[in-house]
């Protein structure tokens, strides 16, 4: 049974940091493409960033590049998600997921996706 567990969500001032932790088991972790994606109240779960099965290359949201890094770290079978600068407009649960055909013309699209966490909370205050 796959399971994708994130953790590292809290409630956060304005230009705080945060590190989200995804940790993967009952697969193969370096055989999948890991993604995390974003749900704000009211509005559609949208794409964050994304990461190749082997860590080399990465991908970002423009309203987040610059200030987000994802990463992974195959041997730990976790995908991580650093987010300095955090503005109120970050404030969503976030969800890791994992795919195993991945290209950039897809990953936004979610509908790829074959595991999906249960989220974790980020909140924001100005």
């Known amino acids: 049974q796959v399971q994708l567990v994130e953790s590292g969500g809290g409630l956060v001032q304005a230009g705080d940091s945060l590190r989200l932790s995804c940790a993967a088991s009952g697969l193969t972790f370096s055989s999948v493409a890991m993604s995390w994606f974003r749900q704000a109240p009211g509005k559609e779960r949208e794409f964050v960033a994304a990461v190749r099965r082997s860590g080399e290359n990465t991908y970002y949201a423009d309203s987040v590049k610059g200030r987000f890094t994802i990463s992974r770290d195959n041997a730990k079978n976790t995908v991580y998600l650093q987010m300095n600068s955090l503005k109120p407009e970050d404030t969503a649960i976030y969800y890791c997921?994992?795919?195993?055909?991945?290209?950039?013309?897809?990953?936004?699209?979610?509908?790829?996706?074959?595991?999906w966490g249960q989220g974790t909370q980020v909140t924001v205050s100005s």
């Open positions: 997921a994992a795919r195993f055909l991945f290209t950039p013309a897809t990953m936004k699209d979610d509908h790829g996706y074959r595991y």
